[in-house]
């Protein structure tokens, strides 16, 4: 793990991002990892359109992530913000209905380049986001991570990163979401 580096998705990173979304088809056939972020017209019309959107918000300071490097390649990310940045979270009624602190901060979506799954990544871009969210301030950080057990599932599928992973990162649990994901938290001190 020693030999990555975190650095935050800026203006001055997108290049390395671009190149690891653009090594997988845009993330999930086009996706770019705006699904989390408010709705807009353009969104989901096509990889382009999302391209350009998440580059927007980028350039606007409206999209954060924590971008895993192995040298200058941009080899991982995990995309985080406040909730008025990401509003949009899988099982949002349930959540809603059951809500009982808004947190300052959500972990919403990992992805991993296929060539470094199942080698701790992941992990790797969770305390990088959480370094990142301690820079800016702290506060208190939700995710809401696939709870699998030992059900041996496609790293590929895992875009929530897993229960144990948010357990082994200090995280603790608060309630299920959905099927088979749930809602953790962590509050993280100001840096």
Not at 6 to 22: H, I, K, M, S, Y
Not at 66 to 94: C, M, N, S
Not at 137 to 155: M, T
Request: glycine content about 10%; proline content about 5%; overall charge neutral.
């Amino acid at each position: 793990m020693s030999d990555y580096t975190v650095r935050p998705l800026t203006p001055e990173t997108w290049d390395a991002f671009a190149g690891l979304a653009e090594r997988h088809n845009g993330v999930w056939n086009g996706c770019w990892c705006t699904w989390f972020h408010p709705a807009c017209a353009e969104r989901g019309q096509s990889a382009e359109g999302n391209r350009a959107i998440k580059r927007r918000l980028v350039d606007e300071g409206a999209a954060h992530a924590a971008l895993v490097f192995d040298g200058d390649e941009a080899v991982a990310w995990l995309e985080y913000g406040t909730p008025d940045e990401l509003p949009r979270i899988y099982h949002r009624k349930q959540y809603e209905a059951e809500l009982d602190l808004l947190p300052d901060y959500r972990v919403t979506c990992f992805f991993v380049d296929r060539r470094y799954r199942r080698k701790g990544v992941a992990r790797a871009a969770l305390d990088g986001a959480l370094d990142l969210i301690g820079q800016a301030g702290g506060g208190v950080v939700e995710g809401y991570p696939h709870d699998i057990g030992d059900k041996k599932v496609s790293a590929s599928f895992l875009y929530n990163g897993t229960r144990r992973m948010f357990e082994q990162a200090g995280f603790s649990y608060v309630r299920p979401k959905g099927q088979s994901n749930c809602v953790m938290r962590k509050t993280v001190p100001a840096a």
